[in-house]
Every structure is written in C-alpha cells, then in structure tokens.
C-alpha cells in the first residue's frame, strides 16, 4: 500500500505536497476529496483534518499528518537519502536555525499576501463572491514591500535558506505562480527574486505537479 | 555577579537580543529563553527614529523588524526560528520544549503544530491585535467590520483547535512544545478583546489558562504588555 494524499489536484497545498514527493521520488495515490459535496465537513474527513482542510497525508500502518508543510518535511527528513536534497543536516543548529528563519518567513511575510491576492483575484470570482479592490491595493503594496525583503536575501545568497535549494524555496511555488499571474510588476522590479522564481518553476516536480490543469 | 555579567556582556558570551521588552514578538522569543534559563540581554531599538529602517538594521533583518539575535557573532531573526534555535542549542537545560529529532512521527507532529499556529491562529489573533492595538497606537481608527470578521474566523478556528484538546494536553501531543508558547503574545491580545470566543470553547480555554500561567509567560511580561 503506497502512502495516501488525500487532496485535490487544483489546490495549491495539494500541490506544495506533490511538488516534495515527486522531488523526493516517493510514489504515492491522490485521493480525491468531494469538495463541492462538502466531503471537507464531514465528521468522517474532521476525525482526521480537525479544521476540514486537505491535504492531509495517510501512511501504510494509519498514521495521519495534515498541513502541506509539515508533510513535506516529513517526508524530506523521512526520504533524507533519496531525491533531491531538501533539508539542512539536522545536528548543524545554525543551517536549522537559518532554515527555520527562512520558513518563518514564508508563512509570516510571504503567504498572507501573496495568498490573499490570489483570495481576492481568483477565488472570490470563481465563487462569485466581488473582488475587494482596496484590499487588493493594500495586499499588492504589503507583497512588494515584502519582496523588497527578499530582494536583499537573494542578493546576499541564491537561495532563502543560503546557498542550497531546501524545501522553503518549493513552499513558495504555489503563491509564487499566482503571483505572476495576477502582479508580474513585482517581480519585474525585484530582479532576484525575479530569477530564484524563473529558476524554480522550470523544476521538473513543480511541472509534474501541475500537469493537466 | 554584576562583575561577571559585564565581563560576560563584554566578551559578547551573553545572547542579545535587539527588540522591545513589551514587544509581541520579542516577548515569544522571551518566553522561550525564561523557559529554557538562558541568560540574555535586550538591546533595545530607536522605533521613534526609525532605526529599524536604517541600512545598519535592515543589513541584518531584511524586513525592518524585531527580535533579532545576536549569538557570538550568528544573526539570526524571526522570533519562532530563535525559539527553536534557543531549545535546540539547550536541549539539555530547563523546559524540554522539542521533541527527540530522532522521533521523525514526533518531529512531524510538532511541525504541523507549528503550522496550524502560524496559519490558522495567527492571522485571526494577529489582525485582532492589528485592530484593536497596533492601528490605534498609529492613529488609525479600528476597522469594527474587519475586526468582527476576525473574531468570527478566530471563533471557527478554535473549533479545530477543541478537537485536538480533547484528545491530548497540549498541541502537538501530551508534552509542551515550544509551538504552546507561541500562542501568548497575540492570544493574550485577543481574550482582551473576544474573551467569549475563548469562553465558548472550554478545553482551549484550559490549556490557554495553563500557559498563561507559566512562571516563564509571567516573567515575560513584567516589564509591561500591551494590554
């Protein structure tokens, strides 16, 4: 029995797990969550994913794990001698202390920005819900002074952890990808991270990761 | 001890931390290093003449913000990194407040703790303090749509969080974690301003109760809060 994802293809935590297991070369089965039949809010999928997300990650002998994130670094410390090297050496503090900081970031700096751009741009029509659009300026000036952050990290190393790809750097790919959709005046004036993005949507997990949508 | 804590201070042997005694942010990394008895001393920041914007800080904290640390020469900022960093360098002292990193399964479950903390309680607690404290320290008037908006969300959220706590003692199992004590500065905020919230969901309510209580989360806060 391969290990489990339960997910959906279009979503973009399903996909920040795929992008880790295929970088890993870890083979797994996606199993379909019914959103729009609100499989999400059953008791069934709450028992496992207490606030009715997904993905949510089910092993061989029944263990459950949720949160994208904490499902790729699991799997990356699991499959450490596998793939493609994701993870700091974990008796370095400071390497785990700097792949900590950078972590950090995504999720406090990174993700609400760029996600809630992709709320307002994306989603809400799609649900036909109206785009608020002064929030939508508020998210773009947070965002490109967040970039302005970046802007010295990647120009001090080439990637936010230093100078090897880990894990982080693939949490971005998601809300990365919206946001050159939706703001590519961002990365244009942040050329470095302009050039870490370009650099890492062109990885083969990221491309298989997304195939058919 | 003066005598040995200036040699210590000088010999820069002591942890330093640039930020703000009453800061959010710097209290969660306060916390951990009460916690954990390591020594520190705050170098506190010139907000007033934006020295958090001067080139000096920002070569060292890219973003223009605080805590940062200073350990015998390694910057390292983000107050839930210096957290982890702090219990993992003295895993051996005070609190235990990680899991054995051997234990991949326990590590994994600490992680989405920690993930849960800063993507589903975080925003919510984060934007009732940016309401409440943070907009009118700045002049700007609370936004009573949006702050409802938050307590709403926050209140769907600890449905999520009363399911866990029914089934074990803290978040990411039946030990404390350094995940537990990330909650306080920003959860004490939000009791302030929705204590029902917090009322409506009782086994939250008493682990809440427990960390609050801590000696560690109590000494944190004696050079003031934001309350």
């Known amino acids: 029995m391969v290990l489990i994802i339960i997910g959906h293809p279009v979503s973009t935590c399903t996909r920040r797990v795929k992008t880790a297991l295929y970088e890993k070369g870890v083979e797994f089965n996606l199993q379909v969550i019914d959103w729009p039949g609100g499989e999400h809010r059953t008791e069934a999928h709450l028992q496992k994913q207490p606030f009715g997300q997904v993905p949510v990650l089910i092993e061989e002998d029944g263990f459950i794990l949720y949160e994208s994130r904490a499902i790729g670094r699991y799997i990356a410390a699991k499959y450490a001698n596998q793939g493609t090297k994701l993870l700091p050496d974990p008796s ?3 390497a785990v202390a700097l792949f900590e900081q950078a972590a950090s970031v995504e999720l406090a700096d990174f993700d609400p920005p760029a996600s809630g751009l992709a709320y307002e741009k994306i989603i809400k029509p799609r649900t036909g819900l109206t785009t608020d659009e002064k929030r939508v300026q508020t998210l773009n000036q947070t965002l490109n002074s967040k970039l302005d952050g970046y802007e ?8 936010l952890a230093g100078e090897e790809l880990t894990l982080v750097d693939l949490f971005h790919l998601p809300y990365a ?9 961002l990365y244009e004036s942040h050329p470095k991270v302009h050039a870490w993005y370009k650099e890492l949507k062109e990885r083969p997990s990221w491309k298989k990761a997304n195939e058919g949508l | 001890m003066i005598r040995i804590r200036w040699v210590l201070e000088l ?8 930020g703000a005694d009453m ?22 920041i010139d907000w007033a003449t934006g020295e958090h914007k001067s080139e000096a800080h920002l070569s060292k904290q890219p973003f223009g913000q605080i805590p940062v640390l200073e350990d015998d020469g390694f910057i390292l900022f983000e107050s839930r990194a210096i957290g982890r960093y702090i219990a993992a360098k003295y895993a051996d002292q005070g609190t235990k407040l990680l899991p054995n990193p051997e234990d991949l399964r326990a590590v994994a479950l600490l992680e989405q703790a920690a993930c849960i903390e800063q ?15 943070f907009n009118p320290f700045k002049g700007i008037a609370t936004d009573e749509a949006r702050f409802k908006k938050h307590v709403e969300t926050f209140g769907t959220k600890l449905d999520g969080y009363e399911r866990i706590l029914s089934k074990q003692k803290y978040l990411a199992g039946d030990e404390l974690t350094v995940v537990d004590l990330w909650h306080l500065p920003h959860g004490e905020i939000a009791e302030k301003y929705a204590p029902e919230v917090f009322e409506a969901h009782p086994k939250f309510n008493a682990w809440w109760q427990s960390l609050k209580n801590r000696s560690s989360w109590i000494k944190a806060n004696e050079k003031g809060n934001l309350l």
């Open chain 1, 92 to 94: 370095d503090l400071k």
């Open chain 1, 152 to 159: 010295r990290i990647l120009s001090k190393h080439k990637y």
């Open chain 1, 177 to 185: 990808a919206t946001t050159e959709l939706l703001a590519p005046e």
């Open chain 2, 11 to 18: 010999t820069r042997l002591i942890l330093e931390i640039i």
């Open chain 2, 23 to 44: 800061s959010t942010c710097t209290r969660r990394v306060k916390v951990v290093l009460y916690e954990k008895g390591v020594d520190f001393v705050i170098k506190p």
């Open chain 2, 119 to 133: 993507s589903d309680f975080e925003p919510n607690v984060g934007g009732i303090a940016m309401e409440k404290v």
